[in-house]
């Protein structure tokens, strides 16, 4: 073992005078000669005091992915408090040798029932890359287990994703999410895409700040609660209800601020405060990390990896043209190659006879049943492209802006929601709440407003 900070360095005698299986190699000035150490395997576990850095999930995948178990030595409830919501183990600065050489084995011996193979896509094994895979062509990907997810929550988790091309992910997902919330269920929407996020525009949304990095900056440093999560997500009221959304990073370099440990933090609390949970999700599943043979890369496709693996449901949206078809087909090789067992439900996006011929839907089948995987196509969404524009002009969604068009008809079928519920009064009784206007959007809530909104 190594250690890091002066309240670390003082258990260094006791531990050597014990003489048992716990050793300490190395003791470390700061956190970056600690990780340095850690990642050339000379060590199995690290102690690491207040005054050696602050410790995050991301700093904790850096220690799982090198296979090292973390022990913190704490004394003050808050720091002890957070250290549990990271899921680290921790003992007081003057615990005995004898105690913490206890500890240090226990945790060593639990660590060896996680080795890499199994590791959860969830934790250090998406985070970094493994060259592994890499050096044998004939491995086969079933053949890595992953560890089931543990959800604490009750809600569900949807998951739209698609391949590369503007299948229309987006416009799924908001309105999906838009349906469900007007039905009368607690919606959260999410906005984890990490190339391209659109979510905040589609709801004419002028707020620049990104709600899902404050949500993972948060559960980065273990201080993410429901009370936290609340904070950073905006209200949007659709039809008399209330959509919660958290908002996408506002560019595409700050990908790393999604930290798949972070990440999954977010979506679990996500389980306990909406009862169901949409997931806007980039379309890109590589992982070329592998091969630079960096093992301390980190992926950028691997907040839509987690949000896929945490997902109940994944909707893979495809265009229904002569070149989103065939993407749609490669792209869900991909995603079971990824994640094997995975069974997403198809649906086709902007079917028109102008794309595929007369009968769009006859053709799209039988060339589907030709060319594509064995699970079936769950639905044909028509394209409806005039009401779409009109819906992001304003900022609003289908169910408000058109609520008969037949591409509206058809997300809320495959959300599962009756029409006929959903043709009521606008606004329904006790929504009492400030409401500030915008192109047809409302957002209420006791945040700070900007004038103009």
């Known amino acids: 073992m190594v250690t890091g900070g002066s309240a670390a360095r003082e258990c260094v005698t006791g531990l050597e005078n014990l003489r048992g299986p716990v050793t300490v190699v190395r003791w470390c000035n700061n956190l970056a000669e600690v990780i340095a150490v850690c990642q050339t395997g000379l060590a199995r576990a690290v102690i690491l005091s207040a005054d050696a850095g602050e410790l995050t999930s991301s700093l904790i995948d850096r220690f799982d992915n090198a296979d090292v178990v973390v022990v913190a030595l704490a004394d ?7 250290l549990e919501a990271l899921g680290i183990r921790h003992t007081t600065s003057d615990v005995a040798a ?29 985070s970094y890359t493994d060259p592994t895979p890499a050096l044998d062509s004939d491995v086969d990907p079933e053949g890595f287990p992953t560890a089931e997810v543990t959800a604490t929550g009750t809600g569900e988790v949807f998951a739209v994703w698609g391949p590369a ?5 987006t416009t799924v997902a908001v309105n999906l999410a838009a349906e469900l919330a007007a039905d009368g269920r607690s919606v959260l929407l999410i906005d984890a895409d990490t190339y391209g996020a659109s979510v905040a525009a589609s709801l004419g949304l002028l707020d620049e700040s990104a709600g899902i990095a404050q949500a993972c900056r948060l559960a980065d440093q273990g201080s993410l609660d429901r009370a936290g999560l609340r904070r950073a997500i905006t209200v949007v009221a659709v039809r008399g209800s ?12 700050r990908w790393t601020e999604l930290r798949p440990a972070a990440l999954a933090r977010v979506l679990e609390l996500a389980r306990e405060v909406a009862d169901v949970t949409v997931i806007d999700c980039g379309f890109c599943l590589e992982t070329d990390e592998e091969l630079s043979f960096d093992t301390v890369a980190p992926r950028r496709n691997a907040a839509t990896l987690c949000c896929l693996e945490t997902a109940d449901t994944i909707f893979a949206v495809g265009a229904a043209d002569a070149v989103g078809l065939p993407r749609l087909v490669r792209a869900l090789a991909d995603l079971t190659a990824s994640m094997p067992g995975t069974v997403p439900r198809v649906v086709l996006n902007k079917v028109r ?32 492209f005039t009401t779409v524009d ?30 006929e519920q959903l043709r009521r009064w606008p606004f329904g009784a006790g929504h009492n709440e400030v409401k ?12 700070p407003q900007r004038s103009g909104l």
Do not use: C
């Open 165 to 169: 091309g503007s299948p229309g992910r």
């Open 242 to 253: 209330r959509l919660g959304v958290l908002t996408g990073v506002t560019r595409a370099d």
């Open 390 to 419: 009109a819906a992001l002009l304003g900022g609003s969604v289908l169910l408000e802006s058109a609520p008969r068009s037949p591409l509206r008809e058809g997300i809320a079928a495959l959300a599962g929601v009756p029409i």
């Open 353 to 384: 006879a102008a794309a595929v011929g007369r009968g769009p839907e006859r053709q799209l089948r039988e060339a589907w049943d030709r060319f594509g995987p064995a699970q079936q196509v769950e639905a044909f969404l028509p394209a409806d």
């Open 98 to 126: 004898v105690t913490l050489a206890s500890i240090i084995e226990a945790a060593v011996e639990a660590a060896g029932d996680q080795q890499r193979g199994s590791r959860s896509l969830q934790t250090g094994g998406m």
């Open 76 to 82: 003050d409830d808050d720091s002890r408090s957070r």
């Open 436 to 447: 500030f206007s915008r192109n047809g959007v409302r957002l209420m809530g006791n945040g």
